[in-house]
């Protein structure tokens, strides 16, 4: 059983049932499950389906799937191997995996030292350029589309999120993540460098949890120009 | 190092990529799984760029969390759940795109989201699947199925007809309208109570 699935069985197994992998047992079991169960049913469907997709022509043909081939071996090359690049870096050498484990006690203890030398009413605001990135520590990057706020630590929800711009883009796409990278929101198609927080949006940020944020730049088909990625976190 | 990448299983790759970080393999992996999750992302999108846009991120995802894929499943059941997942979140994100989709009842009706609310509403209240073994009770399992894909999941009628294998695009409409009379006597009657 999985985390998300707690009172299904775990996909794995429903892919070994549809292989007719399963022992004797569990495939009984997972038969009188499916019989009930119609999440499950689809659950095995749909991943019949994934499996199969590509030799759908219809599809093939509706979705322009010649023209979208040459946009994502476009997009691979300057979005997706760049982030695997850094993210192997990252992760190359047991000494790289110790020294990230390390990083944040010393940001911590130079963080501890700087409070208790300094006055402690004041507040501190993280600085714009030293917020943490999704693009990590690369080679510099010219930055097009920088996110103004919301940003750090917040006591309430914020009201609006606004970012500058170098050049004008067609249009801007918001996407707000979760601390794990999950996607929370998105919003394309906006005209202006801000966007007023309505009361879905506002429902759907949550006290005590940190997101991330960041803006995408779209002028005709060429590849959107990503801002940097700010976080924010509202008072509990 | 592995010679042949191209006869490597994917699992092998998985490993290669994780163990050695040879982007190599990562090119190859890529190759080897875009066009279906592409296709996976058109088929809620039904936009080209967007389609690519949410392909590349989900790829971005994976690759950033090979690590804790399980070398014991499947790595394509593992891609589907990540493709299913972000695509729900980025459509569930996007509700007035879903809305357009979603069928009336009758051809002369206007478009009702009852439906799409109340799967929608237990779903945030962890009731879903309280309320999908009650409409299991009253609707044959293709209905249902239907049902769930276009109110739950935003499929389009055509989408239904690929993944339940209906004959055609009518009866799988059938399908979709004969279910949501169903649903919405279950929810008005006493059928299904949520708690």
């Known amino acids: 059983m999985t985390d998300q699935r707690r009172d299904h069985p775990a996909i794995e197994q429903l892919a070994d049932h549809a292989a007719g992998k399963l022992d004797p047992d569990d495939q009984t079991t997972v038969d009188r499950h499916l019989q009930q169960c119609v ?118 929800a914020p009201a609006r999120f606004e970012w500058r711009s170098r050049l004008d883009f067609e249009s801007y796409t918001l996407e707000i993540f979760s601390a794990a990278l999950e996607p929370v929101y998105r919003q394309g198609g906006l005209q202006e460098k801000a966007m007023a927080v309505e009361d879905s949006l506002r429902l759907l940020l949550k006290p005590g949890e940190t997101y991330l944020w960041s803006v995408k730049g779209h002028t005709g088909l060429s590849e959107p120009q990503i801002s940097e990625t700010i976080w924010f976190k509202i008072a509990p | 190092m592995y010679r042949d990448l191209r006869s490597a299983t994917d699992e092998t790759l998985v490993a290669i990529l994780v163990e050695q ?29 967007e ?108 989408e239904i007809t690929r993944t339940l294998g209906c004959q055609n695009v009518s009866g799988a409409r059938t399908l979709i309208q004969g279910a949501r009379r169903k649903f919405q006597r279950l929810i008005a009657g006493k059928e299904y109570q949520g708690d």
Request: hydrophobic letters at 35%; a negative charge; aromatic letters at 8%.
């Open chain 2, 51 to 158: 389609a690519v846009d949410c392909t590349q991120e989900i790829f971005i995802r994976i690759f950033r969390s090979l690590g804790s894929f399980r070398g014991g499943a499947r790595l394509s059941t593992w891609i589907y759940q990540i493709a299913r997942n972000h695509c729900l979140s980025r459509l569930s994100n996007r509700r007035h795109q879903w809305r357009q989709r979603l069928l009336p009842i009758e051809d002369h009706d206007a478009v009702d989201h009852s439906c799409s609310d109340s799967l929608r509403d237990a779903e945030l209240k962890g009731q879903l699947d309280h309320l999908l073994q009650a409409a299991n009770r009253t609707m044959k399992p293709q209905e249902l199925e239907a049902f769930v894909l276009h109110y739950r999941d935003g499929f389009t009628v055509k």
């Open chain 1, 39 to 156: 999440t499950c049913r689809l659950e095995m469907q749909q991943l019949a389906r994934f499996e199969s997709i590509d030799e759908d022509n219809e599809l093939l043909d509706d979705s322009q799937w010649n023209r979208a081939r040459f946009m994502l071996e476009a997009g691979y090359r300057t979005r997706v191997r760049p982030v695997v690049t850094e993210s192997l870096r990252r992760e190359g050498s047991p000494r790289a995996r110790v020294l990230r484990w390390l990083a944040p006690v010393a940001v911590a203890a130079v963080l501890t030292v700087a409070l208790l030398s300094s006055n402690l009413d004041r507040q501190i605001v993280p600085r714009h350029d030293t917020v943490d990135t999704l693009r990590g520590g690369g080679d510099p990057v010219e930055v097009v589309i920088s996110p103004e706020g919301p940003q750090g630590d917040l006591a309430q």
């Open chain 2, 21 to 49: 970080g040879d982007e190599n393999a990562c090119d190859e992996l890529y190759g080897r799984y875009q066009q279906k999750v592409y296709l996976w992302c058109y088929s809620y999108t039904h936009d080209i760029d």
